[in-house]
């Protein structure tokens, strides 16, 4: 059974700053893919950031962006120029690629930006 | 475009009474088909989950139950509910297994 483990309850950072958000899974698979969403205090589910795992290239989306480490099984989600706007809960997610397509999630990083 | 719809948006129900959550989808066919909680403050638990119509995997065993009926409808139920089951109730969609899901708003559960 696959796990997603993200060990970071909560986290601070500056208006501007860049913060990292750590996330390991634990799976026996070779092929899955890899997210992270966010959540708003409207508690809308918004992907931020997606990663197959058969490619080596690190994801980027604009601020976002993710340093993956398959051997390791760990999937960071870096936050460059931390903007007010990115405060909400940050869940990694973990699917599967087989019949089953099963979409697992983390406990979640409670991220607050501040002024 | 691809829609999920979800309702109701909260519900108070007291204990021992039933319950059903609806969720559908719009502009795809044949989507995978989740149901998570969400308790306050925490992380989301897939309750179920569906490849096809009639096919339910249940991950933890509890007090509800879910069910297909049609290629773009998800019903979570529930004969009796229990307090324990109050909690933010999310249906999401995903259109295979290499392709993010989309959720749904959400259901605010209140047992009372």
């Known amino acids: 059974a696959q796990t997603v483990t993200q060990s970071q309850p909560e986290m601070s950072v500056q208006e501007a700053e860049t913060v990292t958000l750590s996330c390991t899974y634990d799976?026996?698979?070779?092929?899955?893919?890899l997210f992270w969403y966010k959540q708003p205090p409207s508690r809308q589910m918004i992907l931020v950031i997606r990663?197959?795992?058969?490619?080596?290239q690190n994801a980027t989306e604009n601020r976002f962006s993710v340093n993956f480490q398959k051997a390791a099984k760990s999937f960071s989600l870096k936050i460059s120029d931390s903007q007010l706007g990115d405060t909400a809960m940050y869940f990694c997610?973990?699917?599967?690629?087989?019949?089953?397509?099963?979409?697992?999630f983390g406990t979640g990083t409670r991220l607050q930006v501040t002024l | 475009s691809q829609t999920i719809h979800q309702w109701p948006a909260t519900l108070v129900q007291p204990v021992g009474s039933p319950l059903s959550l609806e969720c559908t989808v719009e502009?795809?066919?044949?989507?995978?088909l989740y149901w998570y909680r969400q308790a306050a403050g925490r992380g989301l638990q897939l309750l179920f989950y569906?490849?096809?119509?009639?096919?339910i995997s249940s991950e933890v065993p509890q007090n509800l139950s879910a069910s297909r009926p049609q290629d773009r409808q998800f019903i979570l139920s529930s004969k009796k509910l229990l307090l324990s089951d109050s909690g933010f109730y999310l249906c999401?969609?995903?259109?295979?297994?290499?392709?993010?899901?989309?959720f749904g708003q959400g259901t605010r559960l209140t047992v009372v």
């Open positions: 999401a969609w995903s259109a295979g297994a290499n392709t993010e899901a989309f």
């Open positions: 569906s490849v096809g119509i009639g096919q």
């Open positions: 997610a973990f699917m599967s690629t087989g019949t089953a397509s099963k979409l697992t």
């Open positions: 799976t026996s698979e070779s092929n899955y893919y």
């Open positions: 502009g795809t066919s044949n989507p995978n």
């Open positions: 990663q197959e795992a058969y490619k080596q």
